[in-house]
């Protein structure tokens, strides 16, 4: 060990023995791991990069992968805690590191010399799995700078550390922008909101030494509030609030969080990156590692998309134009009422509303039906078990298999679920570490994942409740997990989600999702709050009935914001200004949308998906994955057909299970495709999911 390497015992970010020690990270200790594994990273590369250091795959991964990959795993660690446990000091401690981490990672993927021990690698001594690894890294070469030389490379690496600082700004402004604002209001004014939200609100506000009601922008209360509240001007100003959040429009406080300017230099920096490489534009670049061939041809499918989902979209609206004026005698409704409106229509035309719905699914209920999903298709067990965590709410559980000699582990994970302030909003998966063939020890490191979510924690001592959305987002989260953890794949640059093409990585997610709607599926997983009754069959039949309930509005919206991304980094120049950045924004909406939001609304500010979360001109990967998944799907339904049984089919969840969650990146998307479908995707099955067919 280096001499200046504090022990392990000391430093937990030191510490690879096991688990990350969650609970011992703390700030202070974040700058000098973080330097020491700078310094080891950098010393292996110098030696592998040495003229006498032999062109070997495996001698290359021993001295350099090993210690790249534990600055990899300590970064992630207080990378996860910046986003899940955010403070002052955490925050202050990361905002220092970035700059040196995103240098590091920059300077070595565009390494000229280890560029060189690659090229001339012979590819013939390499198994399938690493020559597809070595693949992956030659065009990781190139696209990360390795063929600049001189003061282009120079700037190159510069522009990498810029946009991961404004990245990172960008993410902590919308969180802020979120976090900062806070509306007291007396129970009166939250007449029609769930019990569950009006106590929780009531709850925050007696915390803080108020009366009333906290409501926040935090999705378990804006969204509830925007759904049932009747008093339009109390939506109206969470509304705004919202719609203004990190903006140049926002009020008070939250006027200082303004992303306009970091969006512009963004673009700026992206532009110029793909000139360097030679590309036209970004969009160009971010294609490169993808399923799609060109933006134009991404660009197509969304208006295709587009107009296939229009009619149904127009009907949508005009069904909830003739409601709003007959049934609430809103004769012009406006952009916050929307919500209100459509809750309310869904209410009359199917005859329940999502908090019936919601007294069904307690979260500890819908955990164990999930799990007897996953261990049925996927013929695996899952078990709790025992890691540090960051939060008390956190959980952390194992994944086996049957094998000769007993239970043997596949890979574990943490569930974090419950929404609070600090965390960033949304839901996500993350890998903890991947699984690998270890050169150093010879042993197999098994996959480790992160899985967040932002739900409402129970109240009054009564399990969380959660609505139909939620439980279909963390069916969509555990479908990322399980291709990272059922993967079977050695090289660690290539396993589980590792080396997947951006637009095809949401195809596990999304397939999860379609078992939300199976009977069979859904019985097992509901339990009334009271009373403890599963979900009423007929229950279960209007909400199947409201499925494609405005699937035509919002299939334009994901188009919207999809072909909103791509034409904004396909622009011949970048789009450096809010304004213009706002223009190309109603440009899309004239040519797509059918409902058009206020001239004050802001939605770019705090689109962190393509400024600050890796969707950047690859948003519509979400509605291309979903072809494949909804085709992926479609092979269980055939199989419940075939069977005269529910689609949880065993043998089909073997062949999708070894076709595409096992094999990971390790080949290309389309062929892990073709291997369980036995040809390419086709449109079709999605169309008909959402009723468009």
């Not at 406006?334 to 999502?354: H, I």
């Not at 951006?502 to 709050?529: G, I, R, Y």
């Not at 396909?570 to 059918?594: F, K, Y």
Request: glycine share 6%.
């Amino acid at each position: 060990m280096n001499e200046r390497t504090p022990p392990s015992s000391l430093n937990p970010l030191l510490d690879f023995e096991d688990l990350p020690r969650f609970d011992a990270i703390k700030p202070a200790l974040v700058g000098p791991a973080i330097e020491q594994l700078l310094l080891d990273a950098r010393s292996a590369l110098e030696q592998v990069t040495a003229a006498d250091f032999p062109n070997d795959w495996r001698r290359i991964s021993l001295a350099l992968d090993v210690p790249t990959e534990r600055l990899s795993r300590a970064w992630g660690a207080v990378s996860h805690l910046n986003s899940v446990a955010d403070s002052p000091e955490l925050r202050a401690a990361y905002n220092e590191a970035l700059p040196k981490v995103t240098e590091f990672w920059t300077s070595l993927g565009s390494d000229e010399r280890l560029y060189d021990k690659y090229r001339a690698m012979d590819v013939a001594t390499l198994n399938p799995e690493q020559v597809r690894a070595h693949h992956n890294a030659m065009r990781g070469f190139v696209l990360g700078g390795a063929a600049l030389e001189g003061q282009a490379k120079e700037r190159f690496a510069w522009l990498q550390e810029r946009q991961a600082e404004l990245g990172q700004k960008f993410s902590e402004n919308a969180l802020d922008a979120t976090d900062s604002f806070s509306l007291f209001v007396t129970t009166d004014e939250l007449a029609g909101v769930p019990d569950d939200v009006v106590q929780a609100t009531g709850a925050a506000a007696q915390a803080e030494g108020k009366s009333g009601h906290k409501l926040t922008l935090k999705m378990p209360c804006y969204l509830p509030v925007m759904q049932f509240a009747h008093s339009s001007a109390l939506r109206e100003k969470l509304y705004r609030a919202y719609a203004t959040r990190a903006s140049d429009q926002a009020e008070g406080e939250s006027s200082k969080f303004d992303n306009t300017a970091i969006m512009g230099e963004l673009l700026a920096l992206r532009h110029e990156e793909a000139q360097l490489l030679g590309y036209r534009h970004y969009a160009d670049v971010s294609l490169v590692a993808k399923m799609a061939e060109s933006p134009e041809q991404v660009v197509a499918f969304l208006r295709e998309l587009a107009h296939k989902a229009r009619p149904h979209a127009e009907k949508d609206l005009k069904d909830l134009r003739e409601f709003a004026a007959t049934e609430l005698h809103l004769k012009d409704p406006q952009a916050w009422d929307w919500p209100y409106v459509g809750e309310k229509l869904k209410e009359a035309r199917y005859a329940f509303s999502e908090q019936e719905v919601k007294l069904y699914f307690t979260a500890p209920k819908v955990l164990a039906g999930l799990f007897q999903i996953v261990e049925t298709l996927f013929e695996v067990a899952i078990r709790r078990d025992k890691a540090p965590v960051w939060h008390p709410s956190v959980e952390f559980y194992r994944i086996e298999r049957s094998g000769t000699a007993g239970p043997e582990l596949v890979g574990q994970f943490y569930l974090d679920p419950a929404a609070r302030t600090g965390k960033r909003g949304g839901a996500w998966m993350d890998d903890v570490r991947a699984r690998w063939l270890r050169p150093d020890s010879g042993k197999l490191q098994t996959p480790v994942a992160h899985l967040v979510c932002n739900f409402a924690e129970g109240v009054n001592g009564k399990p969380a409740l959660l609505t139909h959305d939620d439980v279909i987002t963390l069916f969509h989260e555990f479908g990322h997990g399980s291709h990272h953890m059922l993967t079977q794949v050695n090289e660690r640059d290539v396993s589980g989600i590792s080396g997947v093409e951006w637009d095809a990585v949401e195809l596990p997610s999304q397939f999860m999702e379609n078992f939300c709607w199976e009977w069979e599926v859904l019985k097992h997983m509901t339990s009334h709050v009271e009373t403890g009754e599963p979900l009423p069959r007929e229950l279960f039949e209007k909400m199947l009935a409201a499925k494609n309930y405005q699937s035509g509005l919002q299939t334009l919206r994901q188009v919207e914001f999809s072909l909103f991304d791509m034409l904004l980094h396909s622009l011949p120049e970048p789009a450096t200004s809010g304004d213009t950045i706002l223009a190309l924004q109603r440009q899309v909406r004239d040519e797509v949308a059918v409902l058009h939001p206020p001239a004050y609304s802001r939605t770019p500010h705090t689109f962190s998906h393509i400024f600050a979360g890796g969707y950047s001109a690859g948003y519509y990967s979400y509605k291309w994955a979903e072809v494949l998944s909804a085709d992926a799907y479609a092979a269980f339904e055939e199989a419940a057909q075939q069977n005269g049984h529910s689609t949880l089919d065993v043998v089909t969840g073997r062949r999708y299970r070894q076709a595409i969650l096992e094999v990971g990146g390790s080949r290309p998307a389309m062929e892990s495709f073709k291997a369980f479908r036995g040809r390419e995707p086709s449109i079709d099955a999605l169309l008909r999911h959402q009723g468009m067919a």
